[in-house]
């Protein structure tokens, strides 16, 4: 382990799950990742080998199978693989996000029929809410679920669905108007349904089209997909929690623990470019000497550094009072907006110390440089978190009289 980004107070569990996994990504990630993300290609072996580890289970209650682990048991593995490849842990946080969303509001039916075989990672999960015609602004959704008798229709297209190919269970936010009178306020006549589906392209049901992958200029190997809705009937059972109209709070509390995840996808790959950098900088000669001897090399470096312990300081903190029962939504944006906006500055120094290397296929900081960029935009841009700070910050220092 590096000196760097240590976590105090760990369990010994906490501590073998983290061996392990660093373990795994230091054999069968890194020195696989950049080309298999080149050929833009599902690390299907990868997938099957987290399965074996139980990663897929890592907080699902034991009840269902699951290893019944903390968010920050859970966030420290993220961190760990994503240093290997972000995409991957990509793989696992959009599963992560509709199995928390299941155990906090599913109906007993639901946990029960979806939560084992999530736990094993034969039910792969994915969520959706963004649109094309709008990102941040969730209230604004246009995607529609009618009641047909016992049943619901829902229609409209959906954009961004990580997993959206790879997946075959979905967790879609949709408008349902019946029971709310007109004027009810937008979020409030929304709800969570539970689409299931086979995995591929195409019509992959009747009603649901999936109709491929969208070129990232990053953040590769990983599908991110549009999904069409036409029709697609859902039974009434398949409402998250059996109760519409409470479907943006749920959504809410999973990119809640998802901002965790982004946070510390932002710290492994800071971590890596820290490691290239530091590495590459006591190999590579200039004017005599390795250019780590150089004092503006130094100042990067200790720059880098400072900057990997204090995001990864913020990220555990985040997931500590989310897993203590209190309210993280202050801290989650934070630790996001933070840990993103520093793992691109590291990305980028260690770009600057790798010189024309750098802007080469071959180095591995080539690959981050693109990767980078995604986390100032997942789980809501830097301005949304920025939003929820300020906004946090005045109920929590509002004038009193």
Same mark, same amino acid.
């Given at each position: 382990?590096s000196?760097?980004?240590?976590?105090?107070?760990?369990?010994?569990?906490?501590?073998?799950?983290?061996?392990?996994?660093?373990?795994?990504?230091?054999?069968?990630?890194?020195?696989?990742?950049t080309?298999?993300?080149?050929?833009?290609?599902?690390?299907?072996?990868?997938?099957?080998?987290?399965?074996?580890?139980?990663?897929?289970?890592?907080?699902?209650?034991?009840?269902?199978?699951?290893?019944?682990?903390?968010?920050l048991?859970?966030?420290?593995?993220?961190?760990?693989?994503?240093?290997?490849?972000?995409?991957?842990?990509?793989i696992?946080?959009?599963?992560?996000?509709?199995?928390?969303?299941?155990?906090?509001?599913?109906?007993?039916?639901?946990?029960?029929?979806?939560l084992?075989?999530?736990?094993t990672?034969?039910?792969?999960?994915?969520?959706?809410?963004?649109?094309?015609?709008?990102?941040?602004?969730?209230?604004?959704?246009?995607?529609?679920?009618?009641?047909?008798?016992?049943?619901?229709?829902?229609?409209?297209?959906?954009?961004?669905l990580?997993?959206?190919?790879?997946?075959?269970?979905?967790?879609?936010?949709?408008?349902?108007?019946?029971?709310?009178?007109?004027?009810t306020?937008?979020? $409030?006549?929304?709800?969570t349904?539970?689409?299931?589906?086979?995995?591929?392209?195409?019509?992959?049901?009747?009603?649901?089209?999936?109709p491929?992958?969208?070129?990232?200029?990053?953040?590769?190997?990983?599908?991110?997909?549009?999904?069409?809705?036409?029709?697609?009937?859902?039974?009434?059972?398949?409402?998250?929690?059996?109760?519409?109209?409470?479907?943006?709070y749920?959504?809410?509390?999973?990119?809640?623990?998802?901002?965790?995840?982004?946070?510390?996808?932002?710290?492994?790959?800071?971590? $890596?470019?820290?490691e290239?950098?530091?590495?590459?900088?006591?190999?590579?000669?200039?004017?005599?000497k390795?250019?780590a001897?150089?004092?503006?090399?130094?100042?990067k470096?200790?720059e880098?550094?400072?900057?990997?312990?204090?995001?990864?300081?913020m990220?555990?903190?985040?997931?500590?009072k989310?897993?203590s029962?209190?309210?993280?939504?202050?801290?989650?944006?934070?630790?996001?907006?933070?840990a993103?906006?520093?793992?691109?500055?590291?990305?980028?120094?260690?770009?600057?110390?790798h010189?024309?290397?750098?802007f080469?296929?071959?180095?591995?900081?080539?690959?981050?440089?693109?990767?980078?960029?995604?986390l100032?935009?997942?789980?809501?841009?830097?301005?949304?978190?920025?939003?929820?700070?300020?906004?946090?910050?005045?109920e929590?220092?509002?004038?009193?009289g």
């Open positions: 382990m000196r760097l980004a240590q976590t105090h107070g760990l369990t010994d569990i906490q501590q073998e799950i983290l061996s392990t996994v660093r373990d795994f990504v230091d054999k069968e990630i890194i020195p696989v990742a080309e298999l993300e080149h050929r833009d290609e599902y690390p299907t072996q990868i997938v099957e080998g987290l399965k074996e580890l139980g990663l897929f289970g890592l907080m699902i209650p034991e009840e269902y199978g699951g290893l019944g682990e903390s968010l048991t859970y966030a420290l593995c993220v961190e760990e693989i994503a240093r290997g490849w972000m995409s991957v842990s990509g696992i946080n959009t599963h992560f996000i509709v199995a928390y969303m299941l155990k906090q509001h599913g109906t007993r039916e639901q946990r029960e029929h979806f084992p075989r999530m736990a990672g034969e039910v792969r999960g994915a969520f959706s809410m963004s649109e094309p015609a709008l990102g941040s602004d969730v209230s604004a959704i246009s995607t529609k679920g009618v009641k047909v008798g016992d049943e619901y229709a829902l229609t409209g297209q959906k954009m961004w990580t997993n959206g190919g790879s997946s075959t269970l979905v967790a879609v936010l949709c408008r349902t108007d019946e029971g709310h009178p007109e004027g306020a937008p979020h $409030r006549s929304m709800t349904f539970l689409v299931e589906k086979e995995p591929g392209f195409g019509e992959v049901r009747p009603g649901l089209t999936i491929g992958k969208i070129e990232k200029m990053g953040y590769k190997g990983v599908d991110t997909t549009e999904m069409i809705l036409d029709g697609l009937r859902i039974p009434a059972n398949r409402v998250l929690g059996g109760t519409t109209g409470r479907g943006f749920q959504m809410m509390d999973g990119v809640e623990v998802g901002r965790v995840n982004v946070a510390a996808r932002g710290c492994g790959v800071a971590q $890596r470019a820290f290239l950098g530091v590495s590459y900088a006591q190999q590579r000669h200039t004017f005599g390795a250019i001897q150089h004092q503006a090399i130094q100042f470096l200790a880098m550094a400072t900057k990997v312990e204090a995001a990864h300081a990220m555990v903190n985040a997931a500590r989310k897993d029962g209190e309210r993280n939504d202050l801290e989650a944006g934070m630790a996001k907006y933070l993103s906006e520093y793992c691109k500055e590291v990305v980028e120094d260690a770009f600057r110390i010189g024309g290397y750098g080469s296929k071959e180095y591995e900081i080539e690959r981050l440089y693109r990767e980078a960029p995604m100032l935009i997942g789980e809501g841009t830097a301005e949304i978190q920025k939003m929820i700070i300020g906004r946090r910050l005045l929590e220092y509002r004038l009193q």
